[in-house]
């Protein structure tokens, strides 16, 4: 548990959990969808929203492990409102049926968590045969979100509420490889490290958020899009670690990382907190706006990916 961090502007610090960022608000009415939410922060996200009153759609992998955490967190509060549908973000395909699925559900939706992630993988190339980290940090949840805009739009003109995007990055986004996004070798085997490319992955999830937020503000759309680093936490995510990181984490992580509530804050933080109407565009970490890499900044790279994302999206053609 991370017990250090003096609090900042918002009242909060990176020792602050979940429940208590979002203490006294109240989140009825509101419909939030949060990937890869049946391991690490994400179950604290879906439970602590739950909690204040969200209506909560588990998007997953695996529907039965869902189930079963959905089951713990409606045991423990009854009135939880929480459905779980199937999402697997390295396959366009089952992004594109879990957004017709959603859209064919009825459901509002106020408010996106992109939260599902993998870190560090060995080389792979995702069922679209493109880098399995890119693919599924940055390019599922791309194309999800792009998906599901119009849904999101028409609950905001309906219910007048602001709706509100958040893509959990990670301070790892400041070692992407030099040139920030590797454009023309996005597949380059021969290259691929796999710190750097997680690295680029995350620093593409702040540069999808900033284009986002400036898209839908020219629109004229009160819905915001930020990006959030959760903190150093132990989580399935070094699933692909070797046993020596994976031990020596166990061992002094309770020293030195964050918890998962503490993990999950900045997350509930950004996606509820009445302090944050009408901001967007940013970057959180510990609870507080943080200030992120240059590249993270880069107005031309945000565009530049924005529309190689687009391409990379296109339905392939018969």
Known sequence: MWIFGRKGPSGFSASSTAEQVTQGIDGAGLTAIVTGASSGIGVETTRVLAMRGVHVVMAVRNLDVAETVRNNICKNNPHSKIDVM??????????????SRYA????????????????????????????LQFATNHLGHFLLTHLLLDTMKNTVKESKREGRIVNLSSEGHRLAYSEGIRFDKINDESGYSSFLAYGQSKLANILHANQL??????????????AVHPGAIITNLMRYQNFIVNGLANI?????????????STTCYVALSPQLKGTTGEYFMDNNKADPSTKAKNVELASKLWEFSLKLTQPVKD
């Open 213 to 226: 937020a400036k898209n839908l503000k020219e629109e004229g759309y009160e819905i915001t899009a930020n």
């Open 104 to 131: 064919s559900s009825g459901l509002p939706l106020n408010i996106l968590i992109n939260n599902a992630g993998v870190m560090a993988t060995p080389f792979m190339l995702s069922q679209d045969n493109i880098e």
């Open 86 to 99: 199937e999402l697997d973000l390295s396959s366009m395909a089952s992004v594109r049926a879990f957004a």
């Open 252 to 264: 002094f992580g309770k020293y030195v990382l964050k918890n998962v509530p503490q993990g999950a």
